[in-house]
C-alpha cells in the first residue's frame, strides 16, 4: 500500500489537469510542479494548524527542484477568508516580488484553498496555482473545479472567482494527523456524493464507514479517488455552475446559512451542511418523490458518521436565517432556490421553496 497513486483527470481543454490521490506524495511536490512550466519563485500559503507539522516539508520539495519558496501563514478556519487577509497576502507577495508564473501552493484545508486560489486568481490578474489538500472535505470536495471564495459580512463566499490549480496532490497520509471533528466534517461531503450522483457509493458507505472513520488506507483511497471522479465528471460538464454543477449544493442553501448566522467557526463547513443535507432530504420528499424510507437513510447515515443532524431555532434565529439564504450564490429573482433529491443518485436543482415549506424544514431538523 506504501506510496501508492491514484489519477484522476479533470479535462478542460488548456486548462485540464491531473488530481492525484495516493500515499506518500508530498515529497514528490517540487518535482512535480516543476513539471508544471512554472516560474522559480513560489509561496507555500498554508495556515497555523497545518504550517507547523507540513509547510518545511513541503518547501523542502520544492527546494530540492530548483524553487525559491517561502512560507506565508494565515490564521486557520473560516477567519482566513476575509478581505483583510486577502490584503495581507496580495502585500506578501509584493515584498515577495513574485512575478506571472510564480507559484501559489495551497497547504491546508478548504479555507486555505478557496483564499490561496482567490489570491492566486486576482494578484497580476492570474499566478498558476497548486492545491495540496490535507483534510478529508477539501481533498474530496474543495480542492477540484476551481471554484475560489472569501467571506464578507452578507455570507459565505459571495466574493470569488473561477481558476483552475494545475495540480491536485491528495495525499491520504495527511488525513491520519487530522483531528476527529475535522474528518468527520469531511465526511459530510462523501455522502453527499453518494446522494446525488452514485447510489451505490451510498450503500457502500453504510457498510464501510466505520471502516472509512478508523481511517483503513485502503478505504480513504478508494471513496477519495471516486468523489474525485465524480466531482471532475460534473466540472468538465458545467465549470462555471450554469447546470449540473449546482447539484453539487445539495444541503448548501440552508448549510452555509447556518454557518453564517452562528458565527463562522461554531459550525464546521461539514457539520452545517449535513443538518443542510436532512433538510433538503425532507424538503425532497415533499417536491420531488423522494421515498420516506430514503430520507431516513439519509438522517441515519450522518448519524453513523457522527454528524449533526439537528439544528434548534427562535423565531429570531429563523429571521437571520433567511435573510442570510436570501443572500444566497443561488438566489435567482428573489427566489431561494434549493437542490432536490428524486432518489439517491438523482437531484434536479434551481427547485423554488417558499418560506413556509422552509419553516417545514426547519420544524423537521429541529429534533
Not at 480542492?143 to 491536485?168: C, D, E, M, Y
Not at 461539514?270 to 433538503?280: L, M, P, R, T, Y
Request: aromatic share 6%; with cysteine; charged share 25%.
Amino acid at each position: 500500500m506504501r506510496n501508492e497513486q491514484r489519477k484522476v483527470s479533470v479535462a478542460l481543454g488548456s486548462r485540464s489537469y491531473e488530481v492525484i490521490i495516493g500515499t506518500g506524495l508530498l515529497a514528490s511536490l517540487g518535482q512535480r510542479c516543476k513539471a508544471l512550466d512554472v516560474g522559480k519563485k513560489c509561496v507555500v500559503l498554508t495556515d497555523t494548524h497545518v504550517g507547523p507539522r507540513y509547510a518545511d516539508k513541503a518547501a523542502a520539495a520544492l527546494k530540492a527542484a530548483g524553487f525559491e519558496p517561502s512560507i506565508m501563514m494565515v490564521p486557520a478556519g473560516e477567519a482566513a477568508k476575509s478581505l483583510k487577509v486577502v490584503a495581507r497576502c496580495y502585500d506578501g507577495f509584493a515584498k515577495q516580488r513574485l512575478e506571472r508564473k510564480s507559484l501559489v501552493v495551497a497547504l491546508g484545508g478548504g479555507c486555505v484553498g478557496d483564499l490561496a486560489g482567490f489570491v492566486a486568481a486576482t494578484y497580476l490578474r492570474g499566478l498558476p496555482f497548486v492545491q495540496v489538500p490535507t483534510t478529508l472535505l477539501s481533498q474530496v470536495d474543495s480542492s477540484v473545479g476551481g471554484k475560489t471564495g472569501i467571506n464578507i459580512a452578507a455570507g459565505k463566499n459571495l466574493v470569488g472567482a473561477f481558476h483552475q490549480p494545475r495540480l491536485v496532490l491528495c495525499d491520504v497520509e495527511a488525513l491520519k494527523t487530522l483531528a476527529d471533528r475535522e474528518y468527520r466534517a469531511g465526511v459530510a461531503e462523501i455522502i453527499k456524493y453518494g446522494i446525488i450522483k452514485d447510489p451505490a457509493l451510498f450503500k457502500k458507505l453504510e457498510k464501510s464507514l466505520p471502516k472509512i472513520l478508523a481511517r483503513d488506507t485502503a478505504e480513504l483511497l478508494s471513496v477519495v479517488t471516486r468523489c474525485c471522479e465524480i466531482k471532475a465528471e460534473i466540472v468538465t460538464a458545467d465549470e462555471t455552475e450554469n447546470g449540473e454543477r449546482a447539484s453539487l449544493n445539495f444541503g448548501h442553501t440552508l448549510g452555509h446559512a447556518i454557518e453564517n448566522t452562528a458565527g463562522y467557526g461554531r459550525y464546521l463547513h461539514g457539520e452545517a451542511i449535513s443538518v443542510g443535507q436532512v433538510a433538503a432530504a425532507y424538503l425532497s420528499a415533499k417536491f420531488t418523490g423522494l421515498p420516506d424510507t430514503e430520507v431516513e437513510r439519509i438522517r441515519q447515515l450522518f448519524l453513523l458518521a457522527g454528524l449533526p443532524v439537528t439544528y434548534k431555532t427562535k423565531p429570531e434565529t429563523r429571521g437571520r436565517l433567511f435573510t442570510a439564504m436570501q443572500h444566497d450564490k443561488k438566489v435567482s429573482a428573489g427566489e431561494i432556490k434549493f437542490v432536490l433529491a428524486k432518489k439517491l443518485g438523482e437531484v434536479v436543482w434551481g427547485h423554488k421553496v417558499v418560506d413556509a415549506d422552509i419553516h417545514g424544514a426547519l420544524d423537521f431538523i429541529s429534533g
